[in-house]
């Protein structure tokens, strides 16, 4: 069905180099494509109200704030959660506190059997987790069924097997844990971020007090409801929900050995600022513009899947997201209208659907932020692809995923994070010319390459300055492998061995 043909060195695509010609699909209307809808029928019990989780307890804030969490696909409140202020903040700092030398003094195989547990548990509830999360974030329930709540898990697993070999990640000195650990996270991946955060805490002996996002707090307060289930005892987990003013009072609190923050370079370097001359330990995981690279040798049909699941999974609500793509000249034709081609056939809509490939934008704000970027591209001169066709809700946030041709360094659109399905493509002639480009950026969190051979992706990889370089595919985790970024991206790692380094004293 598609008979694409390789350019000739010119550049083609949007100047009018040869075009490859592929028969359109339309997965929107009637006709072979159109699937019958496949909804996951499964409904977690949802309490009308959620407080906070201090000391074991659920308990209401103390300034009497309730915030609702919507689902950003239908735009109704699923349930309202409370809001803490600094009195609740300290309430749970004190919790954390006074858990700490209990926590401390368990045997490390004991904590460890703990985190087994949460684990297991982890799994045992993960299809309800899994709905949850896609109503409170937007993400298809594919991804938050298949990628999610098994990432959170197996990040529990792999540190539940640390708790009593610490000694062996440190050789020769005594690893100590810090003590209370602030953590504060975002909404794109709402529980494997808390997993991310609380699994390495706890492995190495300290408790903790986290904050999830203001429009994804309902999964991070059930795995506070499985700590409680599976015996972890009370203070040693504390979730705090609220916006950025309760993450302002965890960050300024006295009583905090350590903040670990997931979130925007702008509210990282804020964090930075406060937490300078103090105590205060302080890792920052922050935002990206990470290149993927596609080579004339690379095989292109695998190409265009990584660049799917570079940049258009999770609505491109991703970190690492590979939002700048990088075509070597004379396969740029075919790798334009292949994506093309490509992005016709995903299904934009109810995240619910299990067919569904692109679920809603995270909130109205993001959306904004997205259709703001979506218009500085089109005003400085890019051109956007917009191909695909899904019929949308008529309720929710929605963004069809586009791309950007005639891109040039200087765009907004190639410079800043969009955070949305959108994506700038922009070409290069020799291997020297894309390493240069790539870097050619503040920030430095990720990069993808795509080539054939061997000796290029070795010599490629060591002069890309991003912390994870994926070769040959894209967005692939696991928890063993460390993850964090170079400049702007932040600094500290998380996972592996090297994550277990923010969570101790030697
Ligand atoms: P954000 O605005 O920085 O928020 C992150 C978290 O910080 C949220 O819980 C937020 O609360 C809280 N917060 C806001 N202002 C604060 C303040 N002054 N002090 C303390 N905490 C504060 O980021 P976002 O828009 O939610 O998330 C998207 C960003 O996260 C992107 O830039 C993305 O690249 C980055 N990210 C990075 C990684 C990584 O591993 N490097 C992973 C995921 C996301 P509320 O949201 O409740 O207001
Ligand atoms: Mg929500």
């Not at 699923?78 to 004190?94: L, Q, S």
């Not at 992005?343 to 934008?361: F, H, M, Q």
């Not at 020799?430 to 969190?445: F, K, W």
Request: proline content about 6%; aromatic content about 8%.
């Amino acid at each position: 069905m598609t008979t694409a043909t390789r350019g000739t060195g010119q550049q083609g695509g949007q100047q009018g180099g040869p075009q490859a010609v592929l028969t359109p699909l339309s997965f929107s209307g009637e006709g072979s494509w159109a699937y019958d809808p496949a909804p996951e029928r499964v409904r977690p019990t949802i309490r009308g109200r959620y407080g906070l989780f201090i000391g074991g307890e659920f308990v209401d804030p103390a300034g009497g704030k309730w915030f609702a969490s919507v689902n950003p696909a239908t735009d109704e409140t699923i349930c309202e959660v409370g809001e803490a202020g600094e009195a609740d903040v300290d309430r749970a700092v004190k919790a954390a506190r006074d858990a700490l030398p209990g926590w401390r003094a368990m045997p490390a195989k004991e904590r460890g059997k703990l985190l087994y547990r949460v684990a297991r548990r982890l799994q045992e509830r993960a299809r309800e987790l899994a709905v949850l999360e896609t109503m409170d974030g937007g993400k298809p329930i594919r991804e938050s069924r298949d990628v999610d709540i098994p990432l959170a898990a197996a990040h529990f697993f792999y540190h539940a097997g640390w708790a009593d070999k610490l000694r062996f990640a440190f050789a020769g000195r005594t690893p100590e844990p810090v003590g209370v650990c602030g953590q504060i996270i975002p909404w794109n991946f709402p529980l494997l971020m808390a997993a991310w955060k609380v699994a390495p805490a706890l492995a190495c002996g300290n408790t903790v007090v986290l904050k999830p996002a203001e429009t994804t707090p309902l999964t991070a307060l059930v795995l506070g409801e499985i700590c409680r289930e599976v015996g972890i005892p009370a203070g040693v987990v504390n979730i705090v929900t609220g916006a950025g003013a309760t993450g302002a009072a965890i960050v300024n609190h006295p009583g905090i050995d350590k903040i670990a923050f997931t979130g925007s370079t702008d509210v990282g370097k804020l964090i930075a600022r406060s937490v300078a001359g103090t105590k205060k330990k302080l890792t920052l995981e922050l935002g990206g513009k990470s290149p993927n690279i596609i080579f004339e040798d690379a095989s292109i049909d695998q190409a265009i899947e990584g660049i799917i699941q570079g940049i258009y999974f999770n609505q491109g609500h991703v970190c690492c997201a590979g939002s700048r793509l990088f075509v070597q000249e004379s396969v740029l034709p075919e790798v334009v209208a292949k994506l093309e081609h490509r992005l016709t056939s995903l299904r934009v809509g109810d995240p619910l659907d299990k067919n569904t490939d692109v679920g809603a934008i995270n909130s109205k704000a993001q959306l904004a932020t997205i259709e703001k970027y979506l218009d500085a591209g089109r005003g400085e001169g890019a051109r956007l692809h917009e191909v695909n066709g899904s019929a949308l809700p008529e309720r929710g946030n929605w963004c069809r995923p586009c791309f950007f041709t005639g891109v040039q360094p200087s765009h907004r659109i190639a410079r800043e994070e969009i955070f949305g399905p959108v994506l700038a493509v922009m070409s290069f002639r020799t291997p020297d010319e894309a390493i240069t480009r790539a870097n050619n950026t503040p920030y430095g969190l990720a990069a993808g390459v795509w080539t054939d051979k061997g000796s290029k992706i070795f010599e490629i990889a060591s002069r890309l300055k991003a912390g994870v370089v994926w070769l040959n595919t894209y967005n692939k985790f696991d928890p063993a492998s460390p993850f964090g970024g170079f400049k702007e991206s932040g600094f500290g790692r998380e996972g592996g061995m090297h994550g277990l380094r923010a969570y101790v004293r030697v």
